[in-house]
């Protein structure tokens, strides 16, 4: 831990600049993530050591210039754009039935959670944990920021140019253009909007 600090500078996202050891410091961390059938990252992303990414079985894809920060947990069938950033501690789990799609410059502030399922719970005999899990798709369009500790439920769809506010948690579908917060959250004013009030 203290040597990885060492190498990358303590920041919270990997950025090299024109430093080679911490160009191979992310250049291993991209191997530690496609050394696992099933995940394709391309060659400009910085993925952090730290971060663990395995696709469970599915397809994992991370494009151009996408930066992984330490701590981030990105699991099964996900499939991350180009210059889009997931910071520390924030866990984007994926499953069968329930793959996690994410556009080009989506930002992920850290301590976001996006898991694409839910335990069933319908009958009271059986223990929840051996109900079997009930998994829909998640999908984050582009240009989004999602900002920390947003919590984001299974099915939903968040609109493109959309911000969604710390803390949030996110249970439907959320409109292009929005700015949404609380919990549950709720759409309270569109971008578009107030760019026609500015002009
Ligand atoms: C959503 C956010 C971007 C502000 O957007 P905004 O459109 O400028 O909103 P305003 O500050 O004008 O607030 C509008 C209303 O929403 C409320 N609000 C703002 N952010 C909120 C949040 N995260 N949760 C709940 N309510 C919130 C405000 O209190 C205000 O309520 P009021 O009208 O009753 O006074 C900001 O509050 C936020 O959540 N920032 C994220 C910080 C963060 O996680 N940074 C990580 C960086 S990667």
């Given at each position: ?37 099933g995940v394709r990252v391309h060659r400009t992303c910085r993925i952090h050591?730290e971060a663990r990414i395995n696709p469970r079985g599915g397809q994992l ?100 140019g959309s911000v969604i506010g710390a803390g949030a948690v996110v249970t ?28």
């Amino acid at each position: 831990m203290t040597l990885s600090i060492i190498i990358d500078g303590g920041l919270s996202i990997p950025k090299c600049g024109r430093n080679p050891l911490r160009w191979l410091w992310f250049r291993w961390g991209r191997y530690l993530a496609v050394r696992h059938r099933g995940v394709r990252v391309h060659r400009t992303c910085r993925i952090h050591p730290e971060a663990r990414i395995n696709p469970r079985g599915g397809q994992l894809t991370i494009g151009a210039r996408t930066r992984i920060a330490p701590g981030a947990c990105i699991q099964g069938p996900v499939t991350i754009g180009e210059d889009c950033t997931v910071q520390i501690y924030s866990v984007i789990v994926a499953v069968r039935g329930g793959p996690i799609t994410i556009g080009n410059d989506v930002h992920i502030a850290p301590h976001v959670m996006m898991i694409a399922a839910n335990h069933k719970f319908v009958d009271t005999d059986i223990p929840i944990g051996k109900q079997g899990i009930e998994a829909a798709p998640i999908t984050i369009e582009d240009d989004v920021w999602v900002a920390g500790r947003v919590m984001i439920t299974a099915g939903v769809r968040i609109g493109r140019g959309s911000v969604i506010g710390a803390g949030a948690v996110v249970t439907k579908d959320i409109p292009p253009w929005s700015v949404a917060v609380g919990v549950p959250a709720r759409v309270i004013r569109t971008r578009k909007a107030q760019q026609s009030d500015n002009a």
